[in-house]
């Protein structure tokens, strides 16, 4: 028998071995190709939501200025998915199918349902497609085709939505809105000119137009209309032409000292001529000799100026006196107050024309009787509502602007139906809340508007007004669902401290109040924007309060007529500066 060699066990295992290493290898790379290819999806897949989150968003925020008409919402989406490529191919959208217009529904839990079709329109689905028949075709493997699969398509979906928010609007109300207003602005270097004239001529109606547009005083909606008449003094006189004016030759102003012996301006020996009074009495009358009796100097300066008539009973004069050459309380009947009047008297004007009341001056209009020094005496020293209510309706600057750039925001939510609320909060030396949050936006509007500077009171609690705003956004009527915004409008001269004392403008204690009720806005996640106007504007602390509130300091800069263009604008795009987000 031939003798045979027998394999060895370990051979064969070793050859086993062999075939089974080549048979998993054949696995193992066909496991990493494959996973090379998920890999890939799964990037693509990322990619592609993305795509369509900045689609849905873009979409969204162009809502707001698309007027209704949905193709820029469209044009938007698609130009975002095209920037935003899917492993290097650009999904371009179908705007008939890939893109959704509806309405989004609060669920009450701070979320969002989107109703396809609904309205108001505030909310837009996108879809984009990396599949058969879209613009980018499906998404191309690699080493899959191995296994016969060359393509995948994958889609994304995503829904954006304008939030509602609840705006709490806070408006300085202090006397210095009133400020751009000032007879003593009238020589202002900016190319402005001091409306002055406009807040006389308005006082007896009828209420500026809306927008007001303010300019020289030949060329407002007031050029043709002369005002009330007080007493003798119902001539303007000469314009407040900046670097022209002249008081000494205004005809509309009579200088009239206390106590000093100076000539008494000829349309008034006119007047009291014309009145009946004798040439005995027009020597009382204009003699200044009794002067140290206070109220002798308030009556004869109220006969001259045709507020008061006075029965002498002297010789040859007008009978009702005894005959002195004192014109005693009872002697002395005054005119009857205008309707728009509340509670000074016309003795009120006749001392602050005579005293020490003109900022910076030594002025020119210091003595000057007329209907200039009579509405800057409104304007300055009695111009809360209780005092002078007819204010409200007359064009003070910047509070004019400040009332029609707010109309002119409501006008913009109005327009897109939006699910904002408003609020306003108003502040001077206290703070107050005026209406709560509300979807009757008019309403706000219509409340500022019968507003005027210095209302309630004259200084400036700029912490207060946020305070107010911080209190109204946390209340049951703001909703969980809305964005929280505070616009704050002021010139930005606290002087207001915590505790409600007057500190002085600027003082540290009401800067630090402004900054204290700021941070806790924005530790609540309320964004903060400051709106400076007004010539007098120190943008500071309304710069410090916007940025410490994650919002924007706007800034109405120039002279009244620029600002008040400028304010339209901000409040136009506040407006509609709704915020956009993500629902599913």
């Not at 728009?340 to 002025?363: E, I, L, P």
């Amino acid at each position: 028998m031939e003798n045979r060699i027998k394999p060895s066990l370990t051979g064969r295992r070793r050859a086993a071995a062999t075939v089974f290493v080549a048979i998993m290898l054949v696995a193992i790379i066909g496991f990493a190709v494959l996973a090379v290819d998920v890999s890939s999806l799964y990037s693509a897949q990322a990619e592609i939501q993305r795509s369509a989150d900045a689609s849905a968003l873009a979409a969204a925020s162009a809502l707001v200025s698309g007027g209704g008409d949905n193709s820029l919402a469209i044009q938007r989406a698609d130009e975002m998915a095209r920037a935003n490529s899917v492993m290097l191919v650009s999904a371009g959208l179908d705007g008939q199918n890939d893109v959704e217009f509806g309405s989004a529904t609060p669920t009450g839990t701070g979320r969002f349902t989107f109703s396809p079709g609904g309205s108001p329109v505030d909310a837009v689905r996108v879809t984009v497609r990396r599949t058969e028949g879209s613009s980018g075709g499906p998404i191309s493997l690699g080493f899959a085709r191995i296994f016969g699969v060359a393509t995948r398509g994958l889609t994304a979906r995503a829904t954006a939505s304008l939030i509602p928010r609840d705006i709490a609007l806070v408006v300085d109300l202090s006397g210095s809105m009133a400020w751009d207003s000032s007879l003593l602005l009238w020589n202002r270097t900016d190319g402005g000119s001091a409306n002055t004239r406009d807040c006389w001529a308005a006082l007896d109606g009828p209420e500026p137009s809306r927008p007001y547009l303010p300019g020289a005083e030949d060329q407002t909606e007031y050029a043709g209309d002369i005002g009330p008449a007080i007493g003798w003094m119902n001539t303007w006189g000469s314009p407040l032409t900046p670097g022209v004016y002249s008081v000494a030759s205004d005809a509309g102003l009579w200088q009239i000292r206390k106590g000093v012996v100076s000539a008494v301006p000829v349309q008034v020996i006119t007047n009291l001529t014309a009145a009946g009074y004798s040439a005995d009495e027009r020597s009382v009358i204009t003699s200044p000799s009794r002067d140290t009796n206070a109220g002798h100097w308030q009556r004869r300066c109220g006969v001259m100026l045709g507020l008061a008539s006075w029965r002498s009973g002297r010789v040859g004069g007008i009978p009702g006196g005894n005959g002195d050459a004192v014109l005693d309380n009872a002697e002395v009947s005054w005119a009857a107050y205008p309707s728009w009047r509340g509670t000074w008297t016309w003795t009120n004007y006749v001392d602050y024309v005579q005293g020490n009341n003109w900022a910076n001056d030594s002025s020119i209009f210091r003595y000057r009787y007329g209907l200039k020094s009579f509405m800057h005496f409104l304007l300055d020293n009695r111009r809360a509502y209780a005092q002078t209510p007819g204010l409200w309706a007359t064009p003070e600057l910047p509070l004019r602007a400040i009332k029609d750039a707010t109309q002119s925001m409501v006008d913009v939510l109005v327009s897109q139906q939006t699910m904002d609320h408003l609020s306003l909060e108003v502040f001077a030396t206290t703070a107050r809340h005026e209406l709560g949050l509300t979807g009757d936006f008019q309403s706000i509007a219509n409340t500022l508007y019968a507003r005027q500077a210095g209302h309630y009171d004259p200084t400036t609690n700029i912490g207060g007004g946020l305070a107010q705003a911080i209190t109204e956004l946390q209340s049951a009527r703001a909703r969980d669902n809305a964005k929280k915004v505070i616009i704050l409008l002021s010139d930005g001269v606290p002087n207001i401290d915590e505790s409600g004392n007057y500190v002085g403008d600027g003082a540290a204690s009401a800067m630090n109040y402004c900054r204290t009720k700021a941070q806790e806005a924005a530790n609540l996640g309320f964004t903060v924007h400051t709106i400076s106007v007004g010539s007098y504007a120190d943008r500071g602390i309304m710069q410090e309060i916007a940025t410490i509130g994650g919002g924007i300091e706007f800034y109405a800069a120039g002279n009244p007529d620029e600002y008040t263009q400028q304010l339209q604008d901000i409040f136009r795009s506040l407006g509609g500066q709704r915020p956009v987000q993500l629902i599913e």
